[in-house]
């Protein structure tokens, strides 16, 4: 089996926001602020607020595949210029490094550009996302 993240920030920079989260949330979703906590942001949120990645929660003893419950603390990275960080992928979606991505519609997962959808990241991989299991995959913040 080939290595996969088990952790979302891959440059070492620390550079997060800790808030409390409205839903389940899985590490490398794409979340924004609203009313002082995170909630799942959506496509139509790009360039729009500021992003951020949910983090693994590590302090809870949460692995890449477990959601932080619902009220807990999570740890949000910054979605900044040329940051390496592992998103969360839609299941069965090919990436080819350099393809460009965007959010998704709904669930905060990350997919490959499509129309007129502007890229808030670039693959960094060529890997095919699993149906099931870990969907972290790597990428650039554009």
Excluded at 14 to 25: G, N
Excluded at 64 to 84: F, Q, T
Excluded at 113 to 139: I, M
């Amino acid at each position: 089996m080939d290595y996969r993240p088990s952790r979302v920030n891959l440059d070492g920079l620390s550079k997060t926001e800790t808030r409390v989260c409205v839903t389940d949330v899985l590490p490398g979703t794409a979340l924004k602020i609203v009313t002082g906590k995170f909630v799942q942001a959506v496509a139509a949120d790009a360039g729009v607020v500021p992003l951020y990645v949910a983090n693994v929660g590590h302090l809870q003893g949460l692995g890449a595949n477990d959601p932080i419950p619902a009220g807990d603390s999570i740890e949000g990275e910054y979605m900044d210029n040329a940051r390496r960080l592992a998103l969360r992928g839609v299941a069965g979606a090919v990436w080819v490094k350099d393809a460009p991505l965007t959010l998704s519609a709904t669930g905060g997962t990350f997919t490959l550009v499509g129309g007129a959808a502007a890229p808030v990241a670039y693959a960094q991989e060529n890997f095919t996302l699993p149906a099931t299991g870990n969907l972290l995959a790597l990428a650039q913040v554009k």
